[in-house]
T-cell receptor
Framework: KAGVTQTPRYLIKTRGQQVTLSCSPI?????VSWYQQTPGQGLQFLFE???????NKGNFPGRFSGRQFSNSRSEMNVSTLELGDSALYLC????????????FGPGTRLTVT | KNQVEQSPQSLIILEGKNCTLQ??????????LRWYKQDTGRGPVSLTI?????NTKSNGRYTATLDADTKQSSLHITASQLSDSASYIC????????????FGRGTSLIVHP
């Protein structure tokens, strides 16, 4: 069974631009969660989607948004990029969210200059 | 405020030795606690998931313990190998309401030959 895939793996953007990251979950998984990882803050929860609905959201500004499609693939968008948005963005998929094992993708390394 | 504290922040051991990593949390109400291993530049990989009623869970050379009364968990690594060099992250999931995972900052383990 193929693992979680994320595209692109690396991205360089300029402050003020927007960016869209993509995540394809493991086949059959309906829950996709997104996380931001930085050296300063560690791992932080962004949001979680289940069957195309955002069920939970972390404490991030509205510039961070996402969506999930009917095939469970998910995208996250960051608008008006700031230098502090430079991070590793990870997505994880699972059968359901609270108790099932989550499988992480390799992440997208975003650098904002 | 929900918090997860891990110690030590970093640890250096010799190959073949055992080590124990600590995780203290204040998350309430408690649903489950997870340990992840994250190699540099990669997504986290699940090691164990423990619910309230589980005291010990093993995954090969990794053994996690949970004391829900004192809100403490430990991850014991037996007969360490060079490939164990990684960051180990403790995550606590609250029950009820929203799914908002609380992450520890991780313990960086280096295994020397």
């Amino acid at each position: 069974k193929a693992g979680v895939t994320q595209t692109p793996r690396y991205l360089i953007k300029t402050r003020g631009q927007q960016v869209t990251l993509s995540c394809s979950p493991i086949s059959g998984h309906r829950s996709v969660s997104w996380y931001q990882q930085t050296p300063g803050q560690g791992l932080q929860f962004l949001f979680e989607y289940f069957s195309e609905t955002q069920r939970n959201k972390g404490n991030f500004p509205g510039r961070f948004s996402g969506r999930q499609f009917s095939n469970s693939r998910s995208e996250m968008n960051v608008s008006t990029l700031e230098l502090g948005d430079s991070a590793l963005y990870l997505c994880a998929s699972s059968l359901e969210t609270r108790t099932a094992e989550q499988y992480f993708g390799p992440g997208t390394r975003l650098t904002v200059t | 405020k929900n918090q997860v504290e891990q110690s030590p922040q970093s640890l250096i051991i010799l190959e073949g030795k055992n080590c124990t990593l600590q995780c203290n949390y204040t998350v309430s109400p408690f649903s489950n606690l997870r340990w992840y291993k994250q190699d540099t530049g990669r997504g986290p990989v699940s090691l164990t998931i423990m619910t309230f009623s589980e005291n010990t869970k093993s995954n090969g050379r990794y053994t996690a313990t949970l004391d829900a009364d004192t809100k403490q968990s430990s991850l014991h690594i037996t007969a360490s190998q060079l490939s164990d060099s990684a960051s180990y992250i403790c995550v606590v999931i609250a029950s009820g309401g929203s799914y908002i995972p609380t992450f520890g900052r991780g313990t960086s383990l280096i295994v020397h030959p």
